[in-house]
């Protein structure tokens, strides 16, 4: 299997990203490598894609595109899927899901389509074995996906089982925790490579500083977890254990340090715990305190990376979120907001520092009485954000106004 179609969704608005990590693991290019919608399409190998399950940050899942044909119905489908040879791939002892996705798909249901692809599936090992595969949709350990356009069906297998977002550290979380691969997003957004020292001072779990920590340590992110494809017909252990041991010795000591701090100190214990199972609990400084009161854990200028609070999590954040009525408010007794506090602290005391803050409010650099040098456009699963670049400074720019010469 030297010459696959491999697609690697990812996340609206990190495709460019995706495809650069992707150049980088495989040296791909040109028309070996192309941006899609929603994900990235290249042409590689079976070794390529256990490289990518085993260091992309970004993807979603690596999936092999086996079919890709046009129909009208659904007996078009199970043509399609009839015509795959599945049998390359797994055998009629393993059990299998099917999932349909579409975008502008001239069929009425959704399930139905995905039913004449599951029994197609079914139907060809009957065919040719003599035995049908059990259908899981719980637990299987084949995935099979479609997806529809208005003209056409693609079909994949899926290499990867679990999202990839799933690294197998974290097991203790708050309440609607980052996903890995957003917060690994973040990081390559920034262009953030382990140099700097790096802060997130709403930590929450640690997501953003243990990602960070382990890039900075060359920790592979699926190093602790197996994947969809040790169970395939085409799997060569062998070759996955060579890959498994570079990536071992690849690891190093970071060349600088990671910080994380949490108004509640239950997080910052989750924190510490995903830490240790992530392999850089001595990488990664977690401390209990208040994104309000907290200075700079490093002498030199570095990086702040956050994903803040907001409406009902304001009070995550420490002493400006305060309860009326069982629900908080972004506000202090004072009447102040959350983020001009935080915006006037980070001006006080982390001159140099660059603040990197991913929020769905688009209003926020003036709520913050910021000017951000940038906005990159992501989305936290239906939510869209942006991500906006502060250089911060010492001071209001209208202090420095007034104190220019001749002003």
């Known amino acids: 299997m030297t010459d696959l179609q491999l697609f690697l969704p990812c996340a609206a608005g990190v495709e460019d990203l995706l495809a650069d990590e992707v150049h980088r ?48 119905g659904e007996d078009d489908l199970y043509q399609a899927a009839g015509a795959v040879a599945w049998e390359a ?35 060809r090992f009957r065919q040719r074995a003599g035995a049908r595969p059990d259908v899981d949709t719980q637990r299987p350990e084949v995935r099979v996906y479609g997806h529809l356009t208005s003209t056409h069906c693609t079909l994949y297998i899926d290499t990867s089982g679990e999202p990839l977002f799933k ?12 996903k890995e691969t957003l917060a690994a997003a973040m990081l390559a957004a920034s262009g953030w490579d382990g140099t700097r020292p790096l802060y997130d001072p709403c930590c929450g779990s640690g997501t953003i500083a243990i990602e960070a920590a382990q890039v900075a340590c060359g920790i592979a992110p699926g190093v602790g977890r197996r994947f969809a494809f040790e169970r395939m ?8 254990t060579q890959l498994k041991d570079e990536a071992v010795a690849g690891q190093h000591a970071p060349a600088a340090p990671v910080f994380g701090s949490d108004v509640a100190f239950r997080m910052v214990d989750f924190a510490q715990r995903n830490a240790e199972r992530a392999g850089v609990a001595q990488a990664v400084q977690f401390r209990g305190g208040d994104a309000l009161q907290r200075q700079p854990p490093a002498d030199a200028p570095g990086l702040l990376l956050v994903n803040p609070p907001y409406g ?45 803050v991913l929020t769905p409010d688009l ?28 250089d911060m400074v010492a001071g209001s720019a209208r202090a420095r106004d007034a104190a220019a010469p001749g002003a």
């Open 25 to 72: 693991l495989t040296g791909l290019a040109g028309d070996d490598l192309l941006v899609g919608r929603a994900g990235v399409l290249l042409r590689a190998g079976w070794r390529d894609a256990l490289r990518l399950n085993l260091h992309s940050r970004l993807a979603q899942r690596v999936l092999v595109q086996l079919s890709h044909t046009p129909y009208r």
């Open 89 to 123: 791939w797994f055998t009629p002892r393993q059990r299998f899901k099917v999932e349909v996705t579409a975008q502008h798909s001239p069929l009425k249901s959704l399930n139905f389509a995905t039913l004449r692809i599951k029994d197609a599936v079914a139907d």
């Open 167 to 178: 690294r197998g550290w974290r097991e203790d979380t708050g309440e609607a925790p980052l």
């Open 233 to 240: 017909l085409p799997h060569q252990p062998h070759v996955w």
């Open 312 to 356: 009902e999590r304001i009070e995550t954040a420490g002493v400006a979120g305060r309860t009326r009525g069982g629900r908080e408010r972004a506000e202090t007794d004072a009447g102040q907001d959350f983020f001009v506090q935080l915006a006037a602290h980070w001006k006080r005391h982390y001159a140099g520092w660059t603040a990197w």
């Open 363 to 390: 209003k926020l650099p003036g709520r913050m009485r910021l000017k951000e040098s940038r906005r990159v456009p992501l989305w936290n699963g239906p939510i869209e954000c942006r991500l906006f670049r502060f």
